[in-house]
Nanobody, 126 residues
Framework: QVQLIESGGGLVQAGGSLTLSCAAS????????MGWFRQAPGKERELVAR????????GYADSVKDRFTISRDNTKNTVSLQMSSLNPEDTAVYYC???????????????????WGQGTQVTVSS
């Protein structure tokens, strides 16, 4: 059974940086378009960054553009999210998953293919 494993979260002060990592047990990620999502308390889960299977194309939500960078290393079966200039509004549980389709924009309706992992908590203090 495929399991997504997110790691790298933690507590950071505003203005700080974190790098999240996504791995999968039981299946390679290399053939899939991937996304990083987040869900803050009381809010819906949102797609914040996405990357095509080969890493050539990426996309970001307006709220994280120019601050977050998604990348992947298919040889290591990982997808990363580098986050900088963090602010308290970035506080959320972050998840990765396989995108069902490459929608026109990051803000378009999305769907995922696999079960959600546990996520990794990111907390940004002011």
């Amino acid at each position: 059974q495929v399991q997504l494993i997110e790691s790298g979260g933690g507590l950071v002060q505003a203005g700080g940086s974190l790098t999240l990592s996504c791995a999968a047990s039981g299946r390679a990620l290399s053939g899939y378009n991937m996304g990083w999502f987040r869900q803050a308390p009381g809010k819906e889960r949102e797609l914040v960054a996405r990357i095509t299977w080969g890493g050539r194309n990426t996309g970001y939500a307006d709220s994280v553009k120019d601050r977050f960078t998604i990348s992947r290393d298919n040889t290591k079966n990982t997808v990363s999210l580098q986050m900088s200039s963090l602010n308290p509004e970035d506080t959320a549980v972050y998840y990765c998953n396989v995108l069902s389709k490459w929608a026109p924009t990051v803000g378009s309706t999305w769907s995922v293919q696999w079960n959600w992992g546990q996520g990794t908590q990111v907390t940004v203090s002011s």
